[in-house]
């Protein structure tokens, strides 16, 4: 069954054991999209989608923060564009892809994760593959759609170092091909590159053997929110263009920082963007969010945001020696391949040298509950449940000022 809006191509599919109208669940392919107002005029007098005519009512004196007054300015009583061609056109322009028809939108990278499961997996009969230590979302959303979870835990041992194609936290392929091989009910292999939490990138080599394997008809997920903290030619959007059996998910929160527009991506080749499109829910990407988007992806915007991560990764390194001057203390080393804008760093037993989940906790919530006069309350992640991270506190990179701090409440705390 064909997928409807998608204009057919003669071009052979790459690899060719891949077939993504036996991956799309059959009630998807046979949808009918719904059409919005907006599809079909966005100009003159709009009499034609109920919107109020007369506008909102919010008082420009109400509980609104000054920075947000402007934006009661706005039509904000009009639906906003529900294609938003023009962020398309500049993802697919930032990322190296050749146009916007590689591009999907949705709120936060959680909207997407939860559509492909929709559109790709039967509840209650199919599957998605993890590899944990990874982002909870992706088993939070199968669970929601009655989706079988299985999983495959990342490499755990530090036995070849940290990070890269063997250390801890590596992508243990051969394992995920013997799960699939046996169990053709999974659909998806989510991947995070890097990994939250491990902060590790997955290899494009690891990737690439994934798609390339045969047994395996199904799509490979890969979640790149923290990419751009990875350096030049480390995402698999590069795969994209060769390879139908791929979909590549980044956002705007963290890099571009801009956490509170929730605007997701998903890049991935015509047909799998057709589908999305066709499942998604109107007006899904409100006008605020879009207007910001456009602003973001300015030439000069981008600049900036590469050169605030510039200074992150900075700051990560001094963040990350700091804390080895802490070992006295009982502070590990960090442990994955520092590839985003975090660290994972292990709480040790005071005894017996250990990573100690009770005395994590400890500083975890010491950390966010206490503070002294001249001190202010810092707030870290605690992972230690994770497969892995036996101790570790997750902690974000933060100004100079609050990686001071932190570091000043540790001391005090770790006595």
């Known amino acids: 069954m064909p997928i409807l809006g998608l204009i057919p191509s003669s071009e052979p599919t790459k690899p060719?054991?891949?077939d993504i109208e036996k991956v799309i669940r059959p009630n998807i392919l046979a949808l009918h999209p719904y059409r919005c107002a907006r599809d079909d005029y966005q100009e003159g007098i709009l009499l034609d989608a109920n919107e109020n005519a007369l506008g909102h009512s919010i008082e420009a004196s109400s509980r609104i923060p000054p920075e947000l007054q402007s934006t009661l300015g706005a039509n904000l009583n009009r639906y906003p564009d529900p294609s938003h061609d023009e962020i398309k056109l500049r993802i697919a322009t930032l990322r190296g892809l050749p146009s916007g028809k590689h591009v999907f939108?949705?709120?936060g990278s959680d909207e997407v994760i939860d559509l492909i499961?929709?559109?790709?997996?039967?509840?209650?009969?199919?599957?998605i593959l993890i590899t944990p230590p990874t982002y909870g979302m992706y088993a939070v959303c199968a669970q929601v759609n009655d989706i079988g979870v299985v999983r495959c835990h990342l490499n755990l041992s530090g036995s070849e170092g940290e990070g890269g194609?063997?250390?801890?936290?590596?992508l243990l392929v051969d394992p995920i091909k013997e799960t699939v091989s046996k169990d053709p009910s999974i659909k998806l292999i989510f991947l995070c590159s890097p990994g939250n939490p491990t902060g590790t990138l997955i290899s494009l080599k690891a990737i690439r053997s994934l798609l390339e394997y045969e047994p395996f008809k199904g799509i490979v997920i890969v979640d790149e929110a923290y990419i751009d903290f990875a350096g030049e030619d480390a995402s698999a959007v590069s795969l994209v263009k060769d390879y139908a059996n791929i979909c590549v998910m980044q956002?705007?929160?963290k890099s571009f920082g801009l956490a509170a527009i929730r605007l997701g991506v998903a890049l991935a080749q015509p047909p799998l963007i057709q589908v999305l499109s066709n499942t998604k829910a109107p007006y899904n990407i409100s006008a605020p969010t879009a207007h910001l988007a456009v602003a973001a992806l300015e030439p000069g915007a981008v600049q900036g945001m590469r050169d605030k991560i510039r200074t992150l990764l900075e700051s990560r390194e001094r963040l990350k020696a700091s804390l080895e001057k802490l070992a006295h203390l009982g502070i590990g080393e960090s442990i994955g391949g520092n590839d985003a804008n975090f660290l994972l760093i292990p709480i040790l037993d005071a005894n017996t040298g250990m990573p100690n989940n009770t005395r994590s906790v400890k500083v975890y919530k010491t950390l966010a509950e206490e503070k002294g006069v001249d001190e202010s309350h810092v707030v870290v992640r605690y992972r230690g449940s994770e497969a892995g991270c036996e101790g570790c506190l997750r902690i974000t990179v933060g100004t100079e000022r609050e990686n001071a701090m932190l570091l000043k409440r540790l001391e005090r705390v770790l006595v």
């Open 16 to 18: 060719a054991h891949f």
């Open 251 to 253: 956002t705007l929160s």
């Open 105 to 107: 939108l949705g709120v």
């Open 165 to 170: 194609d063997k250390g801890r936290f590596s």
């Open 117 to 127: 499961m929709r559109v790709c997996v039967a509840p209650a009969r199919e599957k």
